[in-house]
T-cell receptor
Framework: GENVEQHPSTLSVQEGDSAVIKCTYS??????FPWYKQELGKGPQLIID?????GEKKDQRIAVTLNKTAKHFSLHITETQPEDSAVYFC????????????FGRGTSLIVHP | DSGVTQTPKHLITATGQRVTLRCSPR?????VYWYQQSLDQGLQFLIQ???????AKGNILERFSAQQFPDLHSELNLSSLELGDSALYFC??????????????FGPGTRLTVL
């Protein structure tokens, strides 16, 4: 089955800095890569996703890149703000079967004001 | 607000007991997924239902079972509870969006504490 590795487990930055979270996956059949943000006491919320036919996608201060050859994808947050502090999860799934995503273990991002 | 609702928000019970967690998916979504989130195991997929039928099974224990009703709400039943079952249980739904990729929308979760 799919295996998703996520690094780092904890990331501490100053407000205004950039943050990068990296994930690798093992199954070359995976072609959908969502990122979720989980704030304290809440469920994971989809913030951005990327399909395998796209190398990069941006949404305001958030961007995701995908390297299918190397089987890795990354989340980039620019101009971080204290409200970006949360746990971020990457996931990978394929269009075959039930689209069940395999999640990374999560990255706790702390943005210091 | 994702549109997915879960009840109860918190549940405290004793070992050996049985509990039922409830989930209502987003309007129009046909798929419901159940996940368990614990500190040491991360977010683990348990089971998926699609339009009332079981579609996929993950790391779900035999003591756990689920069902999806005709109105599409779902229940997760946990029995013979053990201390290790203490965790956050999330429900997610999908199916309303178009295309081949089913974006999942998570509910706020039920925190289960087994004493």
């Amino acid at each position: 089955g799919e295996n998703v590795e996520q690094h780092p487990s904890t990331l501490s930055v100053q407000e205004g800095d950039s943050a990068v979270i990296k994930c690798t996956y093992s199954d070359s059949a995976s072609n959908y890569f969502p990122w979720y943000k989980q704030e304290l006491g809440k469920g994971p919320q989809l913030i951005i996703d990327i399909r395998s036919n796209v190398g990069e996608k941006k949404d305001q201060r958030i961007a995701v890149t995908l390297n299918k050859t190397a089987k890795h994808f990354s989340l980039h947050i620019t101009e971080t703000q204290p409200e970006d502090s949360a746990v971020y999860f990457c996931a990978a799934s394929s269009t075959g079967g039930s689209y069940i995503p395999t999640f990374g273990r999560g990255t706790s991002l702390i943005v210091h004001p | 607000d994702s549109g997915v609702t879960q009840t109860p928000k918190h549940l405290i019970t004793a070992t050996g007991q049985r509990v039922t967690l409830r989930c209502s998916p987003r309007s129009g979504d046909l798929s419901v997924y159940w996940y368990q989130q614990s500190l040491d195991q991360g977010l683990q997929f348990l089971i998926q239902y699609y339009n009332g039928e079981e579609r996929a099974k993950g790391n779900i224990l035999e003591r756990f079972s689920a069902q999806q009703f005709p109105d599409l709400h779902s229940e997760l039943n946990l029995s013979s509870l053990e201390l290790g079952d203490s965790a956050l249980y999330f429900c997610a739904s999908s199916g309303r969006t178009s295309g081949h990729y089913n974006e999942q929308f998570f509910g706020p979760g039920t925190r289960l504490t087994v004493l």
